[in-house]
């Protein structure tokens, strides 16, 4: 039998105050391990062994020995003993119903027996076991002591009393024979036995529960055999003639007499009697005779009942081949012959079959067995398993309910064995792991293969969220110390549900950056996470101005509520309102002005969202962010008009100014829009300025007025208009055109002179008129541009007469005709 040696490594962070657990390996494989570890020094994190295993090996082995229980002559051992597990389980109901003292030949087996069996008592002290709950291999030897000394202990030291001798000591008492049946605690032998041989792929399936299911009919048949006849020598002599045995007669041969006949016809005719009573046949050749035997065939046939329906069971299972040990073997099977088909080495091959075997074993949750649920109740079902260790999580502090119930119907429950590394050191992961039960090391792997702890992972702690939020690959490596019990979500769902709920995804990353401020290590990946968390804020404000560039309320809406900042700004310096004003989006203007945005936000142009709007000729918004409290803001207002004026564009010229621009703003030149139109003879440029204000007395670098300007250039209708404003504004009355303005934004409007119903063949162009302040002006003014008798009246679209100015929109179509028509 192996020895063991210390466990490979202490905990360094002064928590653990226990005793040092003890790990056992073959000695040859850890020199062979020691020789070989410079040249692995770059798979440190993969080795099981080190310079440091050995040694502790090495002290281990001057401090006392420890069982291996995989080694060779243990197991043999195990054989050996199994051998007289099988005989005691078999003999002793025989030597309790056929015998009342042994025999001195079977006396000396008995005894020898039990003596192995006091040495497998002995044994026990000594072998290592894995923990249940942590599934570590246990050494110490107080553990496996105390751990014996509570579970077979007593019935073992029980089952080797010498029973035989005590009930001749105690004079023959037939209670003291009963104590023999506790040697039946041996049958665990058995039953460990049969559960081994079904995981072993080795051995066929089918044989090995054919093989168990004919012993255990026999065992309960043998069993009962001997309670049968034990039934018929517990009476008096002279009454044993009253009972199954002693009143048979088969053909000429009688067994009156049968305490006189040789020992296996007993045994074989109490056999066939417990065997047709158990099929129920009932050939009636052999029956109960008294009360006690009738009692006891009535508990016999009932037991037979459920053994009946357990064989019938097994053996369907063995034809559908649907159980749990079946797909074990086949899953085990494939991956044995990927594994030789791919010559995996000894390790991980050992990895591969022990993670197998805890799935096997444990009972954790399987999603197939959910699958046929409900969306709805699978979503509970996690609620109720998952909920109370994802709020405890630190990385999801202060995150909204509906956040973390995103989570929790997501996650799926794993379990990892000790040893196992979950994530290696600059891999690209694809998991985020959360520790429900469990404790695992993150460990740092220097350029030499040296490893160095960074933190001890415990319950409520998490891992692989850096290199998934952050995008980077994995700092450190994670090995798993204890049995864990861990939940873990995909990258992509929770990326999808980060997009969903930006506010908690916000939060997410500042509870990461605030969780490793204690860490020294990690705290070297601080810029990286705060280059992340500036990233996402500027995708999300390219989502929110996406969506208010085409006009996406819903979406908008959606963004917003879910946490996105309508303040936010894209690369431009834009923001949605931005957008939604130079679209002339009116509803999402409105809604944005609702959330309480900057209205007077300017972009990266100086360009303000009342800007946008007039410049894009959306009246309805423009009024809308003026009567909201917008105000009219450009940089260079001077050069900007002047520039308007050159290119002619005298509809934005006019919004401008009615608005609230300055018309006498000056450029570089200290000209004004009223310059330029003058020195390019534009007479309906400089009636808009004029009308909005503009002085003829402005003064350029030079010393030129826009009158200057006018004579250059040599437009006589410029000159005259000049010269009426000039007087005007010397005079201190305004112009008409200013009174105008004054009283009522400019407005435009396009005049036909023909009935709106007229047919299409005989309609004319139009003229475009600025809208004066009456009626009658109007009518005058359009008279006399398209040639119209005088007395004549204006219409609208629908043939309604028009009789107030202030009726008139701006852009309106109207019809003018006589008064007869």
């Not at 002290?59 to 069982?67: E, N």
């Not at 290199?467 to 861990?486: A, K, M």
């Not at 605030?514 to 992340?532: C, N, P, T, W, Y």
């Not at 809406?557 to 309102?577: C, E, M, Q, T, V």
Request: neutral net charge.
């Amino acid at each position: 039998m192996s020895f063991m040696r210390r466990e490979l490594e202490e905990e360094r962070n002064g928590r653990d105050s226990s005793p040092r657990e003890y790990k056992m390996e073959d000695f040859r494989d850890s020199m062979k391990s020691l020789r070989s570890s410079s040249r692995l020094a770059t798979d440190s994190t993969n080795s099981r062994f080190s310079r440091e295993n050995v040694i502790n090996g090495l002290k281990g082995l001057s401090q006392g020995f420890i069982v291996y229980p995989d080694h060779r002559w243990y197991k043999l051992w195990e054989k050996f003993i199994l051998i007289w597990a099988i005989y005691s389980t078999f003999f002793t109901p025989m030597e309790f119903a056929f015998f009342k003292g042994l025999p001195r030949k079977l006396f000396l087996l008995d005894i020898c027996g039990q003596i192995a069996f006091l040495v497998d008592i002995v044994i026990q002290f000594f072998v290592a076991y894995r923990d249940s709950q942590t599934y570590n291999m246990v050494y110490r030897r107080t553990p496996i002591a105390l751990r014996y000394l509570k579970s077979h202990f007593i019935w073992d030291v029980l089952s080797c009393m010498p029973w035989d001798n005590i009930y001749k000591a105690s004079g023959g008492k037939e209670g003291v024979r009963y104590l023999l049946w506790i040697r039946l605690s041996r049958v665990r032998r058995v039953t460990d036995f049969f559960q081994k041989m079904e995981k072993d792929i080795r051995i066929n399936y089918l044989f090995t529960r054919i093989v168990k299911l004919i012993t255990v009919e026999l065992y309960c048949t043998h069993t009962a055999a001997c309670i049968f006849y034990f039934l018929a020598t517990t009476l008096p002599k002279e009454k044993e003639g009253y009972t199954w045995i002693g009143s048979l007669t088969l053909g000429d041969y009688s067994y009156s007499n049968f305490r006189e006949i040789d020992l296996w016809r007993r045994y074989i005719t109490s056999l066939y009697f417990a065997i047709v009573t158990m099929a129920t046949v009932g050939y009636g050749d052999i029956h109960a005779v008294n009360l006690r035997e009738m009692i006891f065939v009535m508990v016999y046939v009932s037991f037979d009942m459920v053994l009946g329906a357990y064989l019938i069971g097994n053996m369907t299972a063995l034809i559908v081949k649907g159980s749990k040990t079946v797909r074990y073997r086949d899953k085990m099977t494939d991956l044995m012959n990927y594994m030789n088909r791919n010559r995996l080495g000894r390790e991980i091959r050992s990895q591969i079959k022990d993670h197998l075997r805890l799935q096997y074993e444990s009972t954790y949750t399987d999603g197939a067995v959910l699958q046929d649920l409900p969306i709805s109740i699978r979503a509970k079902i996690s609620e109720t398993l998952y909920q109370s260790c994802i709020e405890n999580i630190p990385l999801f502090r202060d995150c909204s309910s509906e956040f973390i119930s995103q989570i929790v119907t997501r996650v799926r429950e794993e379990f990892f064995l000790p040893g196992e590394v979950i994530m290696e050191q600059g891999h690209v992961v694809d998991q985020l792991y959360f520790v429900c039960h469990g404790v695992l090391d993150e460990i740092g792997i220097g350029e030499d293969g040296s490893e160095e702890k960074v933190a001890l992972l415990e319950p409520n702690s998490s891992f692989g969220e850096i290199s998934i939020l952050c995008n980077i690959p994995q700092p450190y490596t994670v090995r798993v110390r204890e049995l864990c019990r861990l939940i873990r979500i995909d990258k992509q769902s929770f990326s999808n549900i980060l997009e969903i709920y930006f506010h908690d995804g916000r939060r997410v990353l500042m509870n990461l950056l605030e969780g490793k401020d204690s860490d020294l290590r990690v705290k070297q990946l601080e810029s990286d996470i705060a280059f992340h968390i500036g990233k996402q804020e500027a995708e999300l404000a390219l989502k929110l101005n996406s969506a208010a560039y085409y006009g996406d309320l819903h979406q908008l809406k959606s963004l917003i509520r879910a946490g996105a900042d309508p303040n936010k700004k894209d690369y431009d310096g834009r923001s949605p309102l931005h957008l939604a004003a130079a679209k002339g989006y009116e509803d999402i203007s409105f809604f944005l002005i609702q959330e309480g945005v900057d209205l007077n936000a300017s972009d990266n142009f100086g360009n303000t969202p009342l800007f946008e709007a007039i410049k894009n000729g959306h009246d309805r918004v423009a009024s809308l962010l003026v009567k909201e409290g917008a105000f009219l803001k450009i940089e260079n207002a001077g050069s900007f008009l002047c520039t308007l004026v050159t290119k002619g564009d005298s509809d934005l010229l006019r919004r401008l100014l009615s608005n609230g621009v300055d018309p006498n703003s000056k450029d570089y030149d200290h000209r004004t829009p009223l310059h330029i139109a003058a020195s390019q003879g534009l007479l309906t440029m400089a009636r808009l300025l004029l009308g909005a204000g503009a002085s003829v007395f402005s003064e350029d670098r030079w010393g030129n007025t826009p009158f200057d300007e006018a004579r250059l250039s040599g437009n006589n209708q410029l000159i005259k208009l000049l010269e009426e404003a000039k007087s005007a504004q010397i005079s201190g009355f305004p112009s008409v055109s200013q009174e105008i303005s004054e009283k009522k934004h400019l407005r435009k409007c396009t005049i036909f002179p023909f009935h709106p119903w007229e047919p299409k063949d005989l309609r004319k162009h139009g003229v475009v008129l600025w809208v004066p302040m009456s009626m009658e002006e109007l009518i005058a003014s359009a008279s006399e541009q398209l040639n119209f008798p005088s007395v004549s009246c204006i219409l609208s679209e629908d043939a309604g007469k028009i009789l107030d100015i202030d009726m008139i929109s701006d852009g309106q179509k109207l019809y003018l005709i006589s008064e007869t028509t």
